[in-house]
């Protein structure tokens, strides 16, 4: 088992940025990938960003071309640099980490709010 802790999120008006970091401990040696979801009101939990330690990169549509996922050199945090932000990303923003083994653990969230 690995614990999340992510940080970062608050209040920016629509064009604005926010980097959200995330601090994993615990089993991190199992872990083979690590990423961000969001969830917004009413809508169901969703893939935002993930990167695996071979340093390969997915994001989803909504993300590409104004969010950059990185992890650093030890793999015990990624980070989510989010730039030109639409109220639309308005969400809870949940850092993941899976396991060789294939159990997930997930982070308490951090809220993300964009006004227009």
């Known amino acids: 088992q690995v614990q999340l802790v992510e940080s970062g999120g608050g209040s920016v008006q629509a064009g604005g940025s926010l980097r959200l970091s995330c601090a994993a401990s615990?089993?991190?040696?199992?872990?083979?990938?690590m990423g961000w979801y969001r969830q917004a009101p009413g809508k169901e939990r969703e893939l935002v960003a993930h990167?695996?330690?071979?340093?390969?990169?997915v994001y989803a549509d909504s993300a590409q071309g104004r969010f950059i996922i990185s992890a650093n050199n030890v793999w015990n945090s990624i980070y989510l640099q989010m730039n030109n932000l639409k109220p639309e990303d308005t969400a809870v923003y949940y850092c993941?980490?899976?396991?060789?083994?294939?159990?997930?653990?997930w982070g308490q969230g951090t809220q993300v709010t964009v006004s227009s």
């Open positions: 993941n980490a899976r396991h060789y083994g294939m159990a997930t653990d």
């Open positions: 615990g089993r991190i040696f199992d872990v083979y990938d």
């Open positions: 990167i695996n330690r071979n340093g390969g990169i």
